[in-house]
């Protein structure tokens, strides 16, 4: 089966830094990705979908200049905490669609977790 | 908007006993309906889905069936394992754009 890769899967930092979390279709090309917040016993919600080559698209409530996406390839997309606080702690999971799959054919990554000293 | 309720947790059964979640969903068009789950430490993979309603979608002994009337997606496995132990997450998609809209998830504890 497709296989999404999240490196790391955690991470610890201090407040004010930046922290990247790479996600990686491993077996197939991915002309979307999708990043999404999961906070403890909460459903995920989607922060922002990612086309290769192009800009992503937030949803509402998003901070595009907080919340870096880059999909710079069809197997590779980053996301980059910048200037990162305690608020940002939370568990951070990819998604990927594959070229040739339907638009609801999501799959997911293990997930970061990301803590904010 | 869309949305899904499901039942919260955490369920905790015994080994063998019949299982059901509830996943209710508000929609203005006609989703796609799915059943997620998340075993500890890994990805959300896909369970089952429906597309229209009436559908069943099964895998590994679990049912749901697209209910349109009740706008319901419950989730049935008639003997659970120690395995099933994990998150299930009802979600729908709209057929007009790619997002998912998850539930809050519930988490299922089997004991031997």
Not at chain 1, 41 to 50: D, F, N
Request: aromatic share 12%; charged share 20%.
């Amino acid at each position: 089966g497709a296989v999404v890769s999240q490196h790391p899967s955690r991470v610890i930092c201090k407040s004010g830094t930046s922290v990247k979390i790479e996600c990686r279709s491993l077996d197939f090309q991915a002309t979307t990705m999708f990043w999404y917040r999961q906070f403890p016993k909460q459903s995920l919600m989607l922060m922002a979908t990612s086309n290769e080559g192009s800009k992503a698209t937030y949803e509402q409530g998003v901070e595009k200049d907080k919340f870096l996406i880059n999909h710079a390839s069809l197997t590779l997309s980053t996301l980059t905490v910048t200037s990162a606080h305690p608020e940002d702690s939370s568990f951070y999971i990819c998604s990927a669609t594959p070229a040739s799959g339907g638009r609801w054919e999501q799959f997911f990554g293990p997930g970061t977790r990301l803590t904010v000293l | 908007g869309n949305s899904v309720t499901q039942m919260e947790g955490p369920v905790t059964l015994s080994e063998e006993a019949f299982l059901t979640i509830n996943c209710t969903y508000t929609a203005t068009g006609y989703p796609s309906l799915f059943w997620y789950v998340q075993y500890p430490g890994e990805g959300l993979q896909l369970l089952l889905k429906a597309t229209k309603a009436d559908d069943k979608g099964s895998n590994k002994g679990f049912e749901a069936t697209y209910r349109k009337e009740t706008t319901s997606f419950h989730l049935e496995k008639g003997s659970v394992q120690v395995s099933d132990s994990a998150v299930y997450f009802c979600a729908l998609s709209d057929y007009r754009d790619d997002k998912i809209i998850f539930g809050k998830g519930t988490r299922l504890h089997i004991l031997p």
